[in-house]
């Protein structure tokens, strides 16, 4: 079951009765049926014993009763109401179904956008279609093609990659991390047939480019083009050649070669920041540039940010592409012009609209900063006028504003569209279609090997300066190093380090063939330095040549001996034939008065440990057989061994796999601050979080727990707060941890994430919990606040403590993503315990608001399922709308404890019903099955077909293969027929065959045409 169709069981409080989906349209259809039903169900299952499957409802003989004596009543406290199906839009569309639209567009986090249409015809769907990709930096699976129709309402359809690396950066593994890095502003392009995705990392070895044929379904190809490629922007020009343009402060560009595997040319700074000087829309950032050809002119799109102002787009054109690579005289060609500066809408993509006649329109699509929600596109259009665009009305977008939707669909159309969602509520049953990005394909390397005699030892020569000399130490970047003896940290000699100009001018030392990949190393020096600012940050730092490495790192205040320390992993991209060792101080633009500080070091140390570290193994990268709905997204890299649908049917497991260590810390910053425990748990699965309100449900079997464990729901970024269940001395308590700014850089992990006072409460023996999250994004705008309830039955629910947070923006934008609902265990003390999450729940309702139980979408939901023909609709789209109605009549037929039960199965319900308006026929169609195959007689081969009428009249059907026609005659209902096509021939090649049947429902004619496959033989 995927998250388009959800069940929802709930346990009563007396012995839950399993009930089978009730199979009438509406309560209308008799009570007395679903009397019998409940009653043959509790006779059946009290004589048989209890069971239970995710495919019924668990009903108490209370509630069993209560039906009895009063029919299908809604449950006191629970709003009901016949009125006619109607839904609302998805949680994450802000189409008013009026033909508006607000802005920002998915009240959810989807940054740095690219959009590309594929023309009506250059596609098999006869229209225009768009597609959208974006940031998900350390999250896999990453890069999300969102698929639209009108611009306004989008769904996931797609990823790029399944990982984009399984080097320890993106998995978690051995200290590495890539928090706030990883995959970075994709461009999204179509040209002759191929789809094409190009985006940077800021620390997996620079850009990609990934390409294929079918976005929606389709595997996609991996090239490396072996160098970063700032906020990169794909563009092929008139005659197809494929440029790449980036930067940031200015626009450069590389052109690929013909068959777009490698980078030929580059052209460094086609126009620069400094080239419009005092141009008001001219500031900060400067980066994000997409490029179009328009009427004879290129156009790039970038967003500024000059002092003092907002966030704001800034448009550049030029007849020339390469601008002063190809002007007379080498002249800068491109004038600028400021296009929108409002509220901050900002970076992002034109976007093309066709129009009758042949013209086009060109909107734009830009997202606007709204932590700790995130960054949210909106569609904004423009006026152009003198080849210039002025965005929405008269250059002002407010948020929340309103316009026309630019693009108009068959109300039924408009209908499925507002039903489609980048967020989903799941039951976890497995049945999510597969998807060939898991397919990928990975070269596993074998682990290295290392020499034993360069673990445990000090690798630094004269590493405390007691040699009477400073050999073999040197210095960089004009420092001047000398022995000091006046005031060493211990011994007779210090370094003394003077004559600093600049953050890298110190001391180094080569330890070239001495340093292993993957071992883990205790790096240390002693520091102090008598006059300049209260406090330095002094970096202990490695250097291959591919940028300088923070190993360790810590302020120091003036006049007292500091040590410095830390533990570093080396990479496996490390060139170990050219590792430098030195001491910096963090550099800035322009140079900061540490830079010229004058200092004295003592007793350096690098010392390896012995090795534990972990290496990709094929089990950890291989597909688990598990398939989840394309909403989910796993905290970097998962280990697949550790997670699982298949374990136990309809139930999400996460097993722990590894000691959290305490020992990760930021890679992207240059404080080196550590990580949380919770940031430290790999196979966290998590989707978006939506505003202004979102309520996430999910039930916990806690029974597979062990001591040191932590599992739960949680609202986090770097900045956390979560609801969790611990277990301590085999005992299990749950309570709340929340995380808030300021954040320190080294942490006591345990003391962080204990739980806050008055929110704990023994669970005792129970092994089941519901837990609840219900998140404000709202009061005020600009922080997120939880509440937490938990609940032992999902009926009757207790808040935990007050509402916790603010959960805020991270100036330091270690993740630079927005807040997401995650569902996590990991584990402090020893491996393999395991939780298993029974569902998840969305609903956009409070407990706080004080609203009714309302079942008024979801009554309307089934009524409306109970008018409709299948013989109008595509068996598989009947079929799939049948089993989310089944859940729907199950989850009505017990009692609700949440909003999130009932608004669940009524979207994943109104989903189906709203695709079935789209795909219906104005013909009926007939329902027949048709097998065919082949076999022998007397030396002959022959193709049988067998047909069945599952229709209640009677049908009329032939068939027909490469060996002629055969007529079945009248098919009676329910009955099937079989037909033999004599060949003639020994032998057959397989084929196909088509089987034609005709009818009257109803007084309509109806007609039906079925292709079966059949096998080839051989028969001598």
Known sequence: MSSRRVS??????SVAVAVPALTMAAPAAGVVAVVLVLAAALVKQLSAGVTRHKTVRGLSIATIGALVCAGLMAPAGVASAAEGWSPRSSYTSTDKGDGSYSVPLLNSDVPDISVERVPAAENDEGRDVYYMISTTMHLSPGAPIMKSYDLVNWEIVNYVFDRASIGDAFSLRNGQNSYGQGQWASSLRYHDGMFYVVFNTNNLGGAYLYRTDDIDNGAWQRTPLGRGLHDPSLFFDVDGTAYIFYGSGGTSAVRLNSDLTAIEQTYSNIFTANDYAGKPFIGGLFEGAQFYYIDGYYYAVIITWPSGQGRQVVMFRSRDL?????????????????VLNSNGFAQGSLVPISREGGGTDWYGMFFRDTFPIGRIPALIPATWQDGWPTFGNNGVVPVDGVFEKPIKLSPADELFERQKSVVASDDFANDAPHRKYTDEEW????????????????????????SGSVSPWGAQYGATVSLDSTDPAAGSAALKVSNRTLNGSGPNQFLNGKMQHGVTYTVSA??????GPSAVQFNLAADWGAGVQVMASRSVPVGQWTTVSGQYTVPATANLDNFKFAVETPWANPQPPSSSVEYLIDDVSIVGQPVTAEYPTKEEIKPNGSRLDVAWQWNHAPDNRYWSLTDRDGWLRLTTGKVVTGKYVYTKLSNRAELAWFEEARNTLSQRTFG????AETKLDISGMKNGDVAGLAAYN???SYVAVKRTGGANTLGIVNRVQPFAVDLDQATLENFLPGTTVPLGDATEIYLKADLDFASPVGQLWTTFYYSLDGLNW??????????????????FMGHRVGLFNYATQETGGHVDFDYYLLSDKLTAQGLPLDTTDLDAAIAHAGTLDKHYYPKDAWAAMQAALADAKAARAGEFGSQNQIDAPERALSYQLARLGVLRTDTPSLDLSVVAGTRCADGKA????????????QVRASATSAYGQTPFGVLPAGKQKSRLFPTGAARVPAGELTVTGSARLNGVPAEVTVTAPYEARSCD
């Open 8 to 13: 929802r069981l709930c346990v009563g409080a």
């Open 526 to 531: 002693k520091i102090r330095y008598a006059s």
């Open 443 to 466: 070269a596993i390397p074998e682990p290295p090997e290392y020499d034993e005699s360069l673990i445990g030892v000090e690798l630094l020569q004269n590493p405390g300066f007691e």
């Open 322 to 338: 390469l601008g002063r690579y190809t002007s007379a005289g080498g002249v800068n060609t491109y004038e600028a012009r400021g």
């Open 692 to 695: 202004p309100r979102q309520s």
């Open 798 to 815: 207790t808040q935990l403590g007050s509402r916790v947070g603010p959960q805020t923006l991270d100036g330091s934008l270690a993740h």
């Open 718 to 720: 770097r900045g956390f």
């Open 942 to 953: 022959m193709v049988t077909v067998q047909v069945t009428n599952n229709e209640t009249v």
